[in-house]
């Protein structure tokens, strides 16, 4: 079955460092893949996706490229805030599915 | 469009109590998830309906849970008898024909004493 691979956190960082939060996966066919995050005490919200390989997927200064010979899709940001706390789950969903698969989740926290 | 609305936002009951759990999707949207999320489990899918049609209700971990969609604006969760291992926080979310996307509402703390 499908399934998804994401580093555990917490990640804790400084403001203005540069975040990279590890995805893997295993699907058959070509999946969509996914990074939602979600705000304390709110529901999980896209933030941004790929849908084909070697898309890239960008939003509010984040991106993850889907890289199939990998089977991963890395998030990465070049400069985080302190608004950027929160915990991000990668997804996927197969070919011919409606169904998302979640990774684990993994907490950031930036400090000032 | 206000969004996917949960209610209520938070439950406390007592161990065996039934408990109710609703949701308003979006207008449009033809597909409604129904998710629970746990420390141990991280995010479980429940059960999803396609035009109010129940579609896969392997994730609903025991007889104790049922959900229905009686019209395209509503749905209901129900858990009884409820138990303590059934707390965690559940999730409604919406999709559409454009598979690409969940909305998810804000979701509903169920703690069970």
């Known amino acids: 079955g499908n399934s998804v691979t994401q580093m555990e956190g917490p990640v804790t960082l400084s403001e203005e460092a540069f975040l990279t939060i590890n995805c893997t996966y295993t699907?058959?066919?070509?999946?969509?893949l996914f990074w939602y995050v979600q705000y304390p005490g709110e529901g999980l919200q896209l933030l941004l996706k790929?849908?084909?390989?070697?898309d890239k997927g960008s939003n509010k200064g984040f991106e993850a490229t889907y890289r199939k010979e990998t089977t991963s899709f890395h998030l990465e940001k070049g400069s985080v805030q302190v608004s950027d706390s929160a915990v991000y789950f990668c997804?996927?969903?197969?070919?011919?599915?409606?169904?998302?698969?979640f990774g684990k989740g993994t907490k950031l926290s930036v400090i000032p | 469009d206000a969004g996917v609305i949960q209610s209520p936002r938070h439950e406390v009951t007592e161990m065996g109590q039934e408990v109710t759990l609703r949701c308003k999707p979006i207008?449009?949207?033809?597909?409604l998830f129904w998710y629970r999320q746990t420390m141990m489990r991280g995010l479980e899918l429940l059960i999803y309906?396609?035009?109010?049609?129940?579609?896969?209700d392997s994730g609903m971990p025991e007889d104790r849970f049922s959900a229905k969609m009686p019209n395209a604006s509503f749905s209901t969760l129900k858990i009884q008898p409820s138990e303590p291992r059934d707390s965690a926080v559940y999730f409604c979310a919406a999709g559409s024909g454009d598979r690409n996307e969940q909305f998810f509402g804000p979701g509903t703390r169920l703690t069970v004493l």
């Open positions: 997804a996927l969903n197969g070919a011919g599915s409606y169904q998302l698969t």
């Open positions: 309906f396609n035009n109010n049609v129940p579609i896969d």
């Open positions: 699907a058959t066919g070509y999946p969509s």
């Open positions: 207008s449009g949207h033809d597909y």
């Open positions: 790929a849908t084909k390989a070697d």
